[in-house]
């Protein structure tokens, strides 16, 4: 009797040990609950545009998002130049892309501005159609969704790729 105690001491300090060390790496922070079902919204109201042709999720610039979500201060602020970039080519009518940390649409480059804290109220007052207008939502063919988690507060970047208007 007393030699299984010792084994299974023994065996619940080895697994102790091994335990510290799971968690060690620079692994990906995942996505938060409320980023999930936002991500699962967007979509859903991209494709009821899109019958047949369903968006597909991309990672064209995903580690830029990452970065520029890094960029947001504990107090939830970032510079407005930071949290977007786009091109476009057809003044708006040819193929274009675009992504954005959601904040204030008006902001200069070199304002200051809050991120939304993304929430189940405010979830879906930042569709698709907060970026573009509701008649042009077939045109996007592929999106990412970026979530940063800080504080129990989610903030969120999106891109999203127009392809090129229909004639």
Known sequence: MKKTRRFVALLLAAVLALAL????????QPQSAIGKVYEDWF???????????????????????????????????????????????????GESWYWMILSGRDASADKTVDAVVLTPENLTQYGPVYFIDEQQLYRIDEYDIVTRVMDDKTYVAVYVHLEKAKS
Do not use: W
């Open 21 to 28: 060390f799971t968690a060690c790496g620079a692994a990906e």
């Open 43 to 93: 979509v859903e109201q991209i494709n009821s545009k899109r019958p047949g042709k369903p968006v597909q999720k991309v990672d064209v610039k995903h580690s830029d998002m990452m970065v520029a979500l890094a960029k947001i201060s504990e107090d939830g602020k970032f510079k407005a130049r930071d949290g977007r970039d786009h091109e476009a080519n057809g003044y708006g009518f």
